[in-house]
T-cell receptor
Framework: QQQVKQSPQSLIVQKGGISIINCAYE??????FPWYQQFPGKGPALLIA?????SEKKEGRFTISFNKSAKQFSLHIMDSQPGDSATYFC?????????????FGTGTRLTIIP | DGGITQSPKYLFRKEGQNVTLSCEQN?????MYWYRQDPGQGLRLIYY???????QKGDIAEGYSVSREKKESFPLTVTSAQKNPTAFYLC?????????????FGDGTRLSIL
């Protein structure tokens, strides 16, 4: 059972454009939603995270939008650059003590073209 | 520099052979994780450990075994019972305790069958 569904599987965006990746979750107990960025041959690294008590979080060119009623959240990359080309994973977890497990989406391969 | 070291970077396994992947961290983290990454399937949890001498099965534990004798080390053995072991294996760690702690990843081991 896939608890976090991510789309699209791949995305091509022109330099300077907006990249948008979407995720939907099923488990209403999830209350922490991070995004990880992975470059080829490397492990993922935390990019940005959000909790459901806010609808949006922005860090530089990266923004997470969160819709609790729809059980959806998305990553927006503004002014996309070739250096943003990577695979992006959304994830979800329950932040209670003893629940360290993350459930990951299937990933989106983003390519920024000049 | 604090971080997670995975070795080897590439590993080849013969049919019927067990192989062990190394994961060492110097972040003083309590929790450690092993993930398997296959194209289009995201990161799937194999095993995780919340504390020394304790570990739990993840979503795809069959054909794998782990040990956690030291806080710094969490080796993964891919046994001959794992019929499709070709994948990219990622080790991660976190402070532990709560699900909203960032996970720090190593740069992975790519396992192939000879």
């Amino acid at each position: 059972q896939q608890q976090v569904k991510q789309s699209p599987q791949s995305l091509i965006v022109q330099k300077g454009g907006i990249s948008i990746i979407n995720c939907a979750y099923e488990n209403t107990a999830f209350d922490y939603f991070p995004w990880y960025q992975q470059f080829p041959g490397k492990g993922p690294a935390l990019l940005i995270a959000i909790r459901p008590d806010v609808s949006e979080k922005k860090e530089g060119r990266f923004t997470i939008s969160f819709n609790k009623s729809a059980k959806q959240f998305s990553l927006h990359i503004m002014d996309s650059q070739p250096g943003d080309s990577a695979t992006y994973f959304c994830a979800a977890s329950i932040s209670n003590f003893g629940n360290e497990k993350l459930t990951f989406g299937t990933g989106t391969r983003l390519t920024i073209i000049p | 520099d604090g971080g997670i070291t995975q070795s080897p970077k590439y590993l080849f396994r013969k049919e019927g052979q067990n192989v062990t992947l190394s994961c060492e961290q110097n972040l003083n983290h309590d929790a450690m994780y092993w993930y398997r990454q296959d194209p289009g399937q995201g990161l799937r949890l194999i095993y995780y450990s919340q504390i020394v001498n304790d570990f739990q099965k993840g979503d795809i534990a069959e054909g794998y075994s782990v040990s956690r004798e030291k806080k710094e080390s969490f080796p993964l053995t891919v046994t001959s019972a794992q019929k499709n072991p070709t994948a990219f294996y990622l080790c991660a760690s976190s402070i532990g305790g709560f699900g909203n702690q960032p996970q720090h990843f190593g740069d992975g081991t790519r396992l192939s069958i000879l």
